[in-house]
Nanobody
Framework: QVNLVESGGGSVQAGGSLRLSCTVS????????MAWYRQAPGDECMLISS???????YYRDSVKGRFTISQDNAKNTFYLQMDSLKPEDSAVYYC?????????????????????WGQGTQVTVSS
């Protein structure tokens, strides 16, 4: 059974930084994709960033240059470093993992019926 545990959310002022962590256990495939999604009230569940076992990364246009996805294989942990945060970044952030790519995968509500998901962590950015 795959289990994902997120941490690192919280409240910060605009321009500040947060780092989200996602520790994965039980995922045994050598081929994987890991993603960060977010959902704000009234918005759909949207893909923010992803990274694959092959090293390719994806960033949503609105976070390019501000967010960085990374991994620590020894710790089975993925990170989302979020800098220059804006109030519109406020949302519940979820990590997810799957063998297939997350690109093009979205829906009305997180978690989606695709892959395995964490429980979500709240990020609030005040102006």
């Amino acid at each position: 059974q795959v289990n994902l545990v997120e941490s690192g959310g919280g409240s910060v002022q605009a321009g500040g930084s947060l780092r989200l962590s996602c520790t994965v256990s039980g995922f045994t495939s050598d081929d994987w994709n890991m993603a960060w999604y977010r959902q704000a009230p009234g918005d759909e569940c949207m893909l923010i960033s992803s990274i694959s076992s092959g090293g390719s990364t994806y960033y949503r246009d609105s976070v390019k240059g501000r967010f960085t996805i990374s991994q620590d294989n020894a710790k089975n942990t993925f990170y989302l470093q979020m800098d220059s945060l804006k109030p519109e970044d406020s949302a519940v952030y979820y990590c997810a993992t799957e063998r297939r790519t997350f690109r093009g995968v979205y829906g009305p509500h997180c978690p989606l019926a695709f892959g395995d998901w964490g429980q979500g962590t709240q990020v609030t950015v005040s102006s």
